[in-house]
């Protein structure tokens, strides 16, 4: 018995409303987020994530992997569509739109389900504002396996289209949670691990293998870097060496070369 339903206008409002996860607005009213691509949704549904939606494209290549997707997504109450490759494009906002796009349901990780003994090492973004650095580094975390990425201030949503296709996919893998300034400061007063911030001003080399137990890696806006209040409560301020005269580095490399330093001691060559 097939579950899928089949639509083919774009007025139909189950598409106007997965339409609207294109904006901040739809995305925190439902709770939800647009993946694309099988691979990715596929990743998705395999670590438990919920799939309120599987839109396939009418000209889709059917096989075991897309019936994978079809039952995981009946299996969490979804409802699977099939839509003319017109309407996908519509959707993706974009020409040549995957086959497959997925209406995944948000997950965050409260500041208060962070042990403040550890262990692990965090990356803490500070005013982070754009989604492609923030996609990036969600990916390097799960390369290095970064134990949760922490957005603190006013930074772009990690759950945006520019953000999940940075991502590669690696927003299901890795843990996100969203704090003001205060509320990150007053948990950060129970810390108990290292607090090292990525910083200009600072003078030491980015030597973080040796630490043992939590790490906080703290890294700065885009443009006005690392606030005041964030840097006073890094017990050190690491500068990572450039040539003479060069201004600073994008944050997403930065970022991966903090994280690459703090966890290589425990990562082993891809096959
Ligand atoms: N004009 C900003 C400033 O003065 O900090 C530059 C910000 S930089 C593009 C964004 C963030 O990346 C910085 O706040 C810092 O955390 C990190 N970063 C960039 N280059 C770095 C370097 N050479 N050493 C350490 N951190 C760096």
């Not at 289209?161 to 990150?184: H, I, K, L, Q, Y």
């Amino acid at each position: 018995m097939t579950t899928d339903f089949e639509i083919t206008s774009a007025a139909n409002p189950e598409i106007k409303s997965i339409r609207a996860l294109n904006t901040k607005k739809g995305r925190s009213e439902q709770g939800a987020f647009l993946s694309e691509g099988l691979r990715h949704v596929l990743e998705a549904a395999r670590v438990g994530w919920t799939i309120r939606r599987l839109l396939i494209s009418k000209t889709a290549r059917q096989g075991p992997l897309l019936e994978e997707a079809r039952t995981a997504c009946v299996a969490s109450g979804g409802r699977v569509l099939v839509v003319p490759p017109a309407l996908m494009e519509r959707v993706a906002k974009r020409d040549n739109a995957q086959s497959v796009i997925a209406v995944i349901e948000q997950r965050r990780r409260a500041l208060t389900d962070i042990p403040g003994d550890g262990p692990g090492v965090f990356l803490v973004l500070e005013d982070v504002r754009d989604p492609g650095n923030l996609g990036s580094i969600l990916r390097t975390a799960d390369a290095f396996g970064i134990s949760g990425v922490l957005l603190v201030g006013t930074c772009c949503d990690p759950f945006s289209v520019e953000a999940v296709r940075a991502s590669m996919g690696s927003v299901v893998n890795v843990p996100v949670t969203e704090a003001d300034r205060d509320g990150f400061l007053a948990w950060h007063a129970g810390w108990r691990g290292a607090t090292v911030g990525a910083h200009l001003k600072g003078t030491d080399l980015p030597r973080l293998r040796d630490l043992t137990g939590g790490v906080l890696i703290l890294m700065g806006n885009e443009q006005a870097g690392l606030s005041a209040p964030l840097s006073d409560i890094c017990e050190t301020l690491v500068r990572i060496p450039m040539r003479a005269g060069s201004d600073s580095l994008n944050l997403a490399a930065a970022a991966a070369i903090m994280a690459y330093e703090a966890t290589a001691a425990g990562l082993t060559a891809p096959e």
